[in-house]
């Protein structure tokens, strides 16, 4: 009996101490204290570690291709958007293979939530930089350090008007709880949760203590819904990384302008006039 | 038969589509079978583009070569096609008098009559009507069909003078042409509808509820055409930023249970093919329409080709079931739409349907198409138990699908994984579900749609052929036969898994040439793969234009 055993149980191919664990833990919690109904629950993911995600817990799963969670979870929303439609996606994964499909689901507002394990580094493959990796990280193939500036997801978003735009980190799960069930309640269309995850294997800079010592929690007087001040919290990265709920928009989502979508979900229209 | 070709040819953004549309309507309505295809480059203004209407009192298949009548909206129209006007063939020039044509200054005379030149096209319309004989009541209904609820009464009244006076410039030319005669006592055949329209409404009657694509020519037409109908058929309909993103989401849709389809060309579908495998492994229903044209790269592309064949055949690594289909008329484009969304949805396994420019944009009259909406049976199990399994092992190797949302977790990986759908590394059950998945063909080879023959049945020469190159091989049949030939047509409308019963026909055969629209021959190729033909001749054409009738009987002589 699937739906009477818990969340996750299963033999687990992470590395001990890995990031991931509590972003595992802390999304079983969250589902358990809101109750969902895991039958309702769809978790989609590329390909990664943040990707294998899905099979270790007991929900519907579509793990499909690498850097394309974000298209395929926007036609399983659009084909039932009764489902919740959860992906877990790792920085490699959402913001480098799948990056543009990342900028225009910004901007198209389907209503899924994104959860990214962002761990500034290609674990799968074995240490390589990701697009979120810092200015001089040395890896076997940017040997002379990483080049090119950091991908910065948040201010992508808030540039783009996303309707919900967070950032956790896994290191603080009653901070992650909190965030993840923010974004899951969020009602308006896309929901980015960007999660800092310490990679404990390849990635020895960007450790637990790194993150500790710079994690800041938002001020409880900032206003999500004021842009600018999103935005310049997004921009604030180095001695000091914000954590806590960025920014909030309020305009409609793909789903409620949809005119195949008014009478109910597609596939419901299917099931009325077919087989 | 009498058989009567209009071109009407001009520069982009003159209004040789809108035009060409009108007199097709207009020659249905008079009972006329019409045939048309459309020339242009690729470019919004300028350059030249034509649309051939061909006419004959029985059905056509094919375009021809020689133009009877040539509308030039150009000077240079003039120069470049006037060498291929057929004896006795006439020119209309809307311009200056000048030798050899007839001259109507249509821009002019719509000035005059109206104050504007948007209605020269309607001048010209009127003259073509009057010149072929016919009466012009026909023409001045499709006026009204089309301006009326749009555009009020007066400007239907300004159509129909300029219309008139079309005809009555060109009354002293009376009798030089000899057009079909109009079908006094037939029943028209008032519908009328060109390969892309056909593919749009076969997939919206089977009950497609979601598309993706990015636009791309010549198959962006299905993709305009499903956006128009959505709402009549409850149609969500998004334009993907990528093709990377269409056949993903297509596939996210399937997986939720909606019958979902791309519509894509040959580079597009380049970007779809790791999609395409994502199909073969999840075993989900993506249907994709390809419209070929000639690559490689960008190729040319706005002309036909069939070259993308093999390409399909082979697109997505790894091993997988896959159906591909090949329709040759806008009638079997409607009908297949349908039958590929079937066996998608029978096997669960990817299917495409390949098109090109030729039948995109063929447009022919018929009697109506039943485009009522009539979902197909998408094979949907509704009450799985708790502990289903979506990749349960079976005999036929399609395993029992439920949705989620339903009373049990559907997992799904494009790992291999185990008959519950997780990511395994177990190799006896890699090999137990590859076997599975492949297992599928048997059903799938057995349902494979037999060729269709056309042509006496004791004929031992045979033209075997694909997808768009039907109506031409079926004309050319005719041609050669009517001269005593002996030849029969062998068309494959599904080209793979390839019907066994092909081989039939293909072995009492003495002479066989596989015509097809690409330099290497690829169909003849799987054909002797499969072991169906040991000898076979090729017939090529890889220009860019669509074969002819006439132009395969000629080079067959």
Redesign the interface.
């Given at each position: 009996?699937?739906?009477g055993k818990p969340f996750f149980d299963m033999d687990i191919a992470w590395c001990p101490g890995c990031g991931d664990y509590s972003i595992l833990r802390t999304l079983g919690k969250i589902l358990d204290e809101m109750q969902l109904d895991?039958?309702?629950l769809?978790l989609?993911s590329g390909?990664g570690q943040a990707a294998?995600l899905p099979?270790y817990t007991?929900?519907?799963?579509?793990?499909?291709?690498h850097g394309?969670a974000?298209?395929?979870?926007?036609?399983?929303?659009?084909?039932?958007h009764?489902?919740e439609v959860v992906i877990t996606s790792g920085d490699g994964d959402m913001y480098g293979e799948g990056g543009?499909?990342f900028?225009?689901n910004l901007r198209r507002n389907v209503g899924i939530k994104v959860f990214v394990h962002n761990n500034q580094v290609y674990g799968l493959t074995k240490g390589q930089a990701s697009p979120t990796s810092d200015l001089g990280f040395v890896t076997p193939v940017q040997t002379e350090g990483v080049v090119s500036p950091p991908f910065n997801p948040l201010a992508i978003a808030v540039a783009e008007d996303c309707s919900f735009v967070a950032r956790s980190f896994a290191g603080d799960p009653a901070h992650l709880g909190r965030m993840m069930r923010a974004a899951l309640e969020h009602r308006g269309g896309f929901a980015l949760l960007d999660i800092l995850q310490p990679c404990v294997t390849f990635n020895k800079v960007n450790t637990y203590q790194w993150y500790r010592e710079r994690v800041r929690p938002i001020d409880d007087s900032h206003d999500p819904s004021d842009r600018a001040k999103a935005f310049a919290l997004a921009l604030t990265w180095g001695d000091e990384i914000p954590i806590g709920l960025i920014y909030r928009s309020t305009r409609p989502s793909f789903e409620s302008q949809?005119?195949?979508?008014r009478?109910g979900t597609?596939?419901g229209?299917?099931e009325v006039?077919?087989? | 038969m009498v058989d009567f070709n209009l071109r009407i040819a001009g520069a982009a953004g003159q209004g040789v589509e809108t035009m060409g549309e009108l007199l097709t309507d207009t020659f249905a309505h008079l009972g006329l079978h019409v045939f048309t295809t459309q020339t242009y480059m690729s470019r919004i203004r300028g350059g030249l583009n034509w649309f051939d209407i061909r006419i004959a009192d029985r059905e056509l298949f094919s375009g021809r070569e020689q133009t009877d009548l040539l509308v030039a909206l150009r000077p240079e129209a003039v120069e470049l096609l006037g060498k291929e006007l057929a004896e006795g063939g006439r020119i209309l020039f809307g311009g200056d008098a000048r030798e050899g044509v007839i001259a109507i200054d249509f821009e002019g005379v719509a000035k005059e009559l109206t104050g504007a030149t948007v209605m020269a096209n309607t001048v010209a319309a009127g003259a073509v009507v009057a010149l072929l004989g016919y009466e012009l009541a026909p023409l001045f209904a499709r006026l009204e069909a089309i301006f009326l609820g749009k555009k009020g009464r007066e400007v239907v009244e300004a159509n129909v003078r300029c219309a008139q006076r079309g005809a009555e410039l060109v009354a002293p030319h009376a009798g030089q042409l000899r057009a079909p005669e109009a079908g006094v006592g037939r029943p028209a055949l008032q519908f009328t509808i060109s390969g892309n329209e056909a593919i749009a409404y076969g997939l919206a009657a089977a009950?497609v509820?979601?598309v993706?694509a990015y636009p791309m020519t010549p198959s962006t037409g299905i993709f305009t055409m499903l956006a128009r109908i959505?709402?009549e058929y409850?149609?969500?309909v998004?334009q993907?930023?990528?093709e990377?993103?269409?056949?993903?989401?297509?596939?996210?849709?399937?997986?939720?249970?909606?019958?979902?389809v791309c519509t894509t060309s040959g580079g597009g579908f380049a970007l779809m093919v790791?999609?395409v495998s994502?199909a073969g492994m999840?075993e989900l229903p993506a249907v994709i329409v390809l419209g070929q044209r000639p690559g490689p790269a960008t190729g040319l592309p706005t002309r036909t080709a069939q070259q993308d064949l093999r390409f399909a055949l082979h697109a997505g690594h790894g091993e997988f079931p896959k159906a591909l289909y090949a329709p040759g008329t806008p009638q079997q484009a409607f009908a297949l739409a349908r039958v590929a969304l079937e066996t998608a949805h029978k096997y669960q396994t990817p299917v495409i349907m390949l098109s090109d420019q030729f039948l995109a944009d063929m447009r022919k009259n018929m009697a109506a198409l039943d485009t009522t909406?009539?979902?197909?049976?998408?094979h949907i199990i509704t009450d799985p138990s708790?502990?289903y399994l979506r990749y349960a092992v079976t005999e036929s190797g399609v395993s029992p699908r439920a949705?989620?949302?339903?009373?049990?977790?559907?997992?799904?990986?494009?790992?291999e994984h185990t008959e519950d759908?997780?990511?395994t590394e177990d190799l006896s059950a890699r090999v137990r579900l590859q076997d599975k998945r492949s297992r599928k063909y048997d059903g799938m080879r057995a349902e494979a749609l037999p060729p269709e023959r056309y042509g006496p049945e004791d004929a031992k020469e045979l033209l075997v052929c694909w997808g768009s190159t039907y109506g031409p091989c079926r004309e050319a049949v005719d041609r050669l036969n009517s001269r005593g030939r002996g030849i029969a047509m062998l068309h494959f409308s599904q080209v793979w898994p390839i019907s066994a019963q092909g081989g039939d026909g293909l072995r009492r055969a003495t002479r066989v040439t596989c015509v097809e629209g690409n330099q290497t021959g690829q169909f003849a190729g799987m054909l002797k793969e499969a072991g169906l033909v040991r000898e076979c001749a090729l017939m090529t054409k890889y220009d860019g234009l669509p074969f002819t009738g006439e132009e395969i009987a000629r080079r067959l002589a």
């Open positions: 009996m699937t739906l895991r039958r309702k769809v989609v390909i294998k099979h007991r929900a519907n799963v579509f793990n499909g291709l394309r974000l298209p395929a979870a926007v036609g399983i929303k659009l084909a039932n009764e489902l543009n499909h900028i225009q949809q005119c195949a979508l009478e597609l596939v229209r299917h006039t077919g087989a | 009950g509820k979601f993706s959505h709402e409850g149609i969500l998004e993907a930023e990528d990377i993103a269409a056949i993903n989401m297509a596939i996210g849709a399937t997986y939720a249970g909606v019958p979902a790791e999609g994502l999840l909406l009539r979902p197909i049976d998408r708790e502990d949705l989620p949302g339903g009373p049990a977790l559907v997992v799904m990986d494009s790992d759908g997780h990511i």
